[in-house]
């Protein structure tokens, strides 16, 4: 099952235009981990669904979301980006803020933080 598990989570990652997205969101749902609620969030990005993705990176951001040590940067840069999509500037800054105040963050969580905090994100 865990094995199962690992490869949606690879192929939510690797999301390419021909997958069929609602399938994969079906099976990511079935995943009890926060990678995939933060994958899910990003299926939802790419087919424009902005709102539906904050709701589940709002979520995210109010559970034990540690591991994979990549997750916490990753998803607190894309709720930033998403809350500045969506008007909600506070939202965004303290965002970005924890995602810069992490021990660790990925280089491109940290630069997304950075950029978020000089000048609101903006789609295209």
Known sequence: EAERQRSVLDR????????????????????????????????YLAAGQLEDAFV????LVHTDFQHPAYLPGYTLARYGQVADVLGQREKA????????????????AREIALAGQRTPFKLG
């Open 12 to 43: 939510a990652w690797r999301l390419e235009e021909g997958d069929d997205w609602a399938a994969l969101l079906r099976q990511l749902q079935e995943v009890e981990d926060p990678e995939a609620l933060y994958c899910a969030a990003q299926i």
């Open 56 to 59: 589940l990176l709002e979520q």
């Open 93 to 108: 800054l303290r965002a970005y803020q924890a995602t810069l105040a992490l021990s660790w963050v990925p280089q491109e």
